[in-house]
């Protein structure tokens, strides 16, 4: 993989941390006409986690960022479980989607200081 393909892995993977870590009002209506909540959670799940994988084997992001990346990957995972957490009113209300949005701005706090 050369710098050029990991650049745009790692400007890919800082627009979907921002997404995920943006007000949830800003989020409903960046993804309307989508389901907001499935989209951020596939989005961060899928392509973020992924992203993440590649960075750190090319020492983009260190043990510690992926670190956070796990643990908000096992949140969105446990929350899967519950129905209750999918809808706008949970993406706006909820402790878990909240803890979720504080933790992505954590590590977009990281990478963006590094």
Same mark, same amino acid.
């Given at each position: 993989?050369?710098?050029?393909?990991?650049?745009?892995?790692?400007?890919?993977?800082?627009?979907?941390?921002?997404?995920? /870590?943006?007000?949830?009002?800003?989020?409903?209506?960046?993804?309307?006409?989508?389901?907001?909540?499935?989209?951020?959670?596939?989005?961060?799940?899928?392509?973020?986690?992924?992203?993440?994988?590649?960075?750190?084997?090319?020492?983009?992001?260190?043990?510690?960022?992926?670190?956070?990346?796990?643990?908000?990957?096992?949140?969105?995972?446990?929350?899967?479980?519950?129905?209750?957490?999918?809808?706008?009113?949970?993406?706006?209300? /909820?402790?878990?989607?909240?803890?979720?949005?504080?933790?992505?701005?954590?590590?977009?706090?990281?990478?963006? /200081?590094?």
């Amino acid at each position: 993989m050369d710098i050029n393909e990991i650049m745009q892995i790692y400007d890919r993977f800082i627009e979907i941390l921002e997404e995920f /870590s943006m007000p949830p009002q800003e989020q409903i209506k960046k993804l309307h006409g989508t389901v907001v909540a499935d989209e951020l959670a596939t989005d961060f799940s899928d392509i973020g986690f992924a992203y993440a994988e590649i960075l750190k084997e090319n020492q983009w992001i260190n043990q510690e960022q992926f670190h956070i990346m796990e643990v908000i990957n096992n949140m969105l995972d446990e929350m899967s479980e519950d129905s209750n957490l999918w809808d706008e009113n949970a993406l706006i209300y /909820s402790k878990e989607w909240k803890d979720c949005r504080q933790n992505g701005k954590r590590l977009l706090d990281t990478l963006i /200081s590094s």
